[in-house]
């Protein structure tokens, strides 16, 4: 009975002494490892009751801080243009390649895991050797393909193919694009080149050489209309020939007012490209438009990453300006404004009305044959009654507008028995005058400017 009561001791002992051994923390978890030979990641996760992410979480965490380990190099002709010119910070750029770092990182192995009730470690490795060997072989790789293209992209320069040239010298910045910061030190037709250089500098130069100008800088226009004169731009590359380039996307914008036009437009065979405004919305009198070499179009941008589009923001992008004088509709007025059978030498109803179109940016012309639209007033008088002293007189007038490229007739109204009171007949003609020219003003005004579209 002893004996039993001894084993049975023992086997306690045993599972107790294994359970405290299952408990204790790994030495990696308290403290991290130093390993000249690997780059280490260890990610932490608590527990939450019911979930089973902290796995994914703590994995996360540990390839981040693997990644954080490896060197990021950021030196080199072209990051130091692209931070200078882009205005991006030096740590926002290293924070951007270490995320792609991190999610290309391959070859690395699971070391150990360790939980208990409340936390979840992971420790992962990626040994320096194999993973200096694969990022090479990206590199040549990458350099290789950059080549092949900055090689066509040469002899579409020399062929003085200077839109095939651009392109090819884009796509050829792509594949390394993950490398920018590195020498990448290759062979181009028997000489070194540090490649990422050779193709920044070659993007510049063709870039720098290519002009755009308008073919007429100073075009009339006026508000709410289309403009009838093309707007058309010439791009040419500025050797001592001059050669214009076919197929150039230009993005054409409105850097001051504002209208509807095609924005998007290329090159034809003669470098031109022909935009049309088919409204001028803003009331402003000097309208800017802008018009440059739409650089996105050359490229896919939805695989372009952040360092790769910080680039492209430092090169000279070619544009020009053309100039929009822009003027409201012109209105010809024809007033006839009798009061008690005498034309009035001094007009009340039209002036009213050129005020009230004035201040809605409207212009005004003596030559019916050069205006938009054609207003006509016709305005009688006649004697009321008289009371007292005071006299009353009625006016009637009838009013039309004819819009003068249509001919459509865009407003017709009568205003009847608008009465004045003054002194004598002929004052309250004249009070009467201006009463129906506020009323004039109030309908016709808003209904000419909807139906014209000024």
């Known amino acids: 009975m002893k004996r039993f009561f001894q084993i049975l001791l023992l086997i306690c002992l045993f599972f107790q002494i294994n359970l405290l051994h299952a408990k204790k923390v790994p030495d990696w978890v308290t403290n991290r490892p130093i390993d000249n030979e690997f780059y280490i990641g260890i990610g932490h996760a608590s527990?939450?009751?019911?979930?089973?992410?902290?796995?994914?979480?703590?994995?996360?965490?540990?390839?981040?801080?693997?990644?954080?380990?490896?060197?990021?190099?950021?030196?080199?002709?072209?990051?130091?243009?692209?931070?200078?010119?882009?205005?991006?910070?030096?740590?926002?750029?290293?924070?951007?390649?270490?995320?792609?770092?991190?999610?290309?990182?391959?070859g690395y192995e699971l070391v150990e895991q360790w939980q208990d009730k409340k936390d979840y470690w992971i420790y992962y490795r990626l040994s320096k050797v194999k993973y200096q060997l694969a990022r090479e072989e990206k590199i040549n790789n990458a350099v290789s393909?950059?080549?092949?293209?900055?090689?066509?992209?040469?002899?579409?320069?020399?062929?003085?193919?200077?839109?095939?040239?651009?392109?090819?010298?884009?796509?050829?910045?792509?594949?390394?694009?993950?490398?920018?910061?590195?020498?990448?030190?290759?062979?181009?037709?028997?000489?070194?080149?540090?490649?990422?250089?050779?193709?920044?500098?070659?993007?510049?130069?063709?870039?720098?050489?290519?002009?755009?100008?308008?073919?007429?800088?100073?075009?009339?226009?006026?508000?709410?209309?289309?403009?009838?004169?093309?707007?058309?731009?010439?791009?040419?590359?500025?050797?001592?020939?001059?050669?214009?380039?076919?197929?150039?996307?230009?993005?054409?914008?409105?850097k001051r007012g504002e209208g509807d036009m095609i924005n998007n437009v290329k090159t034809n065979m003669n470098g031109i490209a022909t935009s049309k405004i088919s409204k001028i919305t803003s009331s402003e009198k000097m309208q800017i438009l802008n018009a440059e070499l739409d650089i996105s179009k050359l490229i896919n941008q939805d695989s372009t990453s952040f360092v790769y589009q910080n680039v492209l923001k430092t090169f000279p992008i070619p544009s020009t300006r053309i100039i929009l004088n822009v003027t409201g509709l012109l209105i010809f007025i024809e007033s006839e404004e009798i009061n008690l059978g005498e034309e009035l030498d001094v007009l009340h109803i039209e002036p009213k009305i050129k005020e009230s179109f004035s201040e809605k940016g409207f212009s005004f012309t003596d030559d019916i044959a050069g205006a938009d639209i054609y207003i006509m007033i016709k305005?009688?008088?006649?004697?009321?009654?008289?009371?007292?002293?005071?006299?009353?007189?009625?006016?009637?007038?009838?009013?039309?507008?004819?819009?003068?490229?249509?001919?459509?007739?865009?407003?017709?109204?009568?205003?009847?028995?608008?009465?004045?009171?003054?002194?004598?007949?002929?004052?309250?003609?004249?009070k009467a005058f201006e009463n129906v020219a506020v009323k004039i003003s109030e309908n016709m005004v808003p209904k000419i400017i909807q139906t014209a579209g000024q």
């Open 47 to 106: 527990k939450v009751k019911g979930s089973s992410d902290h796995i994914e979480r703590a994995t996360s965490e540990a390839l981040k801080n693997l990644a954080s380990e490896i060197t990021v190099n950021i030196s080199g002709e072209v990051i130091s243009s692209m931070i200078e010119k882009s205005g991006i910070l030096e740590e926002e750029l290293k924070s951007k390649i270490r995320s792609t770092t991190e999610a290309e990182l391959e």
């Open 379 to 430: 305005a009688r008088s006649r004697e009321g009654s008289e009371m007292f002293g005071m006299y009353s007189t009625f006016v009637d007038v009838t009013v039309s507008a004819l819009e003068m490229s249509s001919g459509e007739e865009i407003y017709k109204n009568v205003f009847n028995n608008i009465s004045g009171q003054g002194l004598n007949a002929e004052k309250a003609g004249l």
């Open 145 to 254: 393909l950059a080549l092949d293209l900055f090689s066509q992209a040469k002899k579409s320069e020399q062929n003085k193919e200077y839109y095939k040239a651009l392109l090819f010298f884009l796509q050829s910045l792509k594949p390394i694009e993950k490398y920018i910061g590195e020498t990448l030190e290759t062979k181009y037709l028997g000489t070194s080149i540090y490649l990422n250089n050779e193709i920044y500098l070659s993007i510049q130069n063709i870039l720098s050489n290519i002009e755009l100008k308008p073919l007429m800088n100073n075009i009339n226009a006026k508000r709410n209309k289309s403009v009838k004169q093309s707007i058309e731009v010439i791009a040419f590359y500025n050797d001592a020939e001059q050669i214009c380039i076919s197929n150039l996307p230009i993005l054409f914008s409105f």
